[in-house]
């Protein structure tokens, strides 16, 4: 497994922007395909976003496409997750996870390695 460590939640106001950064270390970070999934309150945890291997193609749920952004630096063993034009609605937990895996995914099932978690609260 990889560890991961999330950073950067916080309190925003609707129309804001955060970004969340996942810092990894144990195996070959640059192997892993990595997402993003968050779980609001009395909710089940939902996929996000996701990157390849190398970053070159990414995956968005429809409730964030176009407004959230997801990155990786291999070479700093780092993940982010740039959200801009925050709603309500996208208060949670949000949560890093890295895949051992060739090709890109959106289920939590094919990730194995997960964050604690880092809160986001956007007010309306």
């Known amino acids: 497994q990889v560890q991961l460590v999330e950073s950067g939640g916080g309190y925003v106001q609707a129309g804001g922007s955060l970004i969340l950064s996942c810092a990894a270390s144990g195996r070959a970070f640059s192997n892993d395909v990595i997402g993003w999934f968050r779980q609001a309150p009395g909710k089940e945890r939902e996929f996000v976003a996701a990157l390849s291997r190398n970053g070159g193609r990414t995956y968005y749920a429809d409730s964030v496409q176009g407004r959230f952004t997801i990155s990786r630096d291999n070479a700093k063993n780092t993940v982010y997750l740039q959200m801009n034009s925050l709603k309500p609605e996208d208060t949670a937990v949000y949560y890093c996870?890295?895949?051992?895996?060739?090709?890109?995914?959106?289920?939590?099932?094919?990730?194995?390695?997960w964050g604690q978690g880092t809160q986001v609260t956007v007010s309306s």
């Open positions: 996870a890295a895949a051992a895996r060739r090709f890109i995914s959106s289920s939590d099932a094919d990730f194995d390695s």
